[in-house]
């Protein structure tokens, strides 16, 4: 589904992406995992056409899609749920979920993403009129994932879905992420805490100093000595 080459991504003259190339099958969940500053999220930005890359090709579906700006990138079937999660605090839960739907044009269609995203959130519907900054942490992750949804993605893209969560809810979504991939979302999933990531993902990718330095299977790479000294504390 998604096919990165020879990727390198630059910002005032130096690399933080360079001679990337990695790819993400349909049906998969792929995690890139890597220490704050590896160059994560400039990745994804690359691939959602908020940055332009230096060199390479980035496809999707065997489309180009780099160098295309990013309004006509989520038109494609991609969405990217921040780092951060990034809702409108000032606006209602609902309307926080509809902005997500922008790129739909039947009204019919956001009616049944709004119903599936409610079905898949089920405490969302008693909360929908609250202020979305009014949210715990967990809660907003919850429906920044929601939001991403609504837009009907073939690929999701996460970017440090656990950061700022509680402990206890780092585990509800991470089962969250493995229900999405059940119904047929491809998932690409950035992400610290690398043994949960190592868990539900069939492939991963390191990413170190903006370059990757292995790839394997979750479970290969939660074997790798390097992965388990520098990653898992082991």
């Known amino acids: 589904m998604l096919s990165v080459s020879d990727l390198s991504v630059g910002y005032k003259g130096l690399l933080a992406i360079q001679d990337v190339s990695f790819e993400v099958r349909s049906g998969e969940i792929v995690s890139l995992i890597g220490s704050n500053g590896a160059g994560?999220?400039?990745?994804?930005?690359?691939?959602l056409g908020l940055i332009k890359p230096v060199k390479g090709e980035i496809r999707l579906n065997?489309?180009?899609?780099?160098g295309l700006p990013a309004y006509e990138v989520v038109k494609k079937k991609i969405a990217l749920?921040?780092?951060?999660?990034?809702?409108?605090?000032?606006?209602?839960?609902?309307?926080?979920?509809?902005?997500?739907?922008?790129?739909?044009?039947?009204?019919?269609?956001?009616?049944?993403?709004?119903?599936?995203?409610?079905r898949q959130f089920p405490w969302i519907k008693e909360r929908a009129d609250q202020l979305a900054g009014t949210l715990s942490g967990g809660e907003q992750q919850q429906v920044a994932i929601a939001r991403g949804l609504m837009s009907r993605p073939e690929l999701l893209m996460l970017d440090e879905p656990s950061l700022g969560v509680m402990p206890k809810l780092v585990t509800e979504i991470f089962s969250t992420v493995r229900h999405i991939a059940g119904e047929g979302v491809t998932v690409l999933l950035v992400e610290q805490n690398v043994f949960e990531a190592l868990q539900i993902c069939?492939?991963?990718?390191?990413?170190?100093t903006g370059r990757i330095v292995m790839e394997g299977t979750g479970s290969e790479l939660s074997e790798s000595d390097l992965v388990r000294k520098a990653y898992l504390g082991m």
């Open 202 to 208: 069939q492939r991963a990718y390191v990413l170190q």
């Open 40 to 47: 994560k999220t400039t990745l994804l930005k690359t691939i």
């Open 81 to 118: 749920v921040p780092e951060g999660r990034r809702l409108f605090p000032r606006l209602s839960v609902r309307d926080n979920l509809l902005l997500g739907a922008y790129t739909v044009e039947s009204k019919a269609q956001i009616a049944e993403s709004l119903d599936a995203v409610l």
């Open 62 to 66: 065997g489309q180009v899609i780099s």
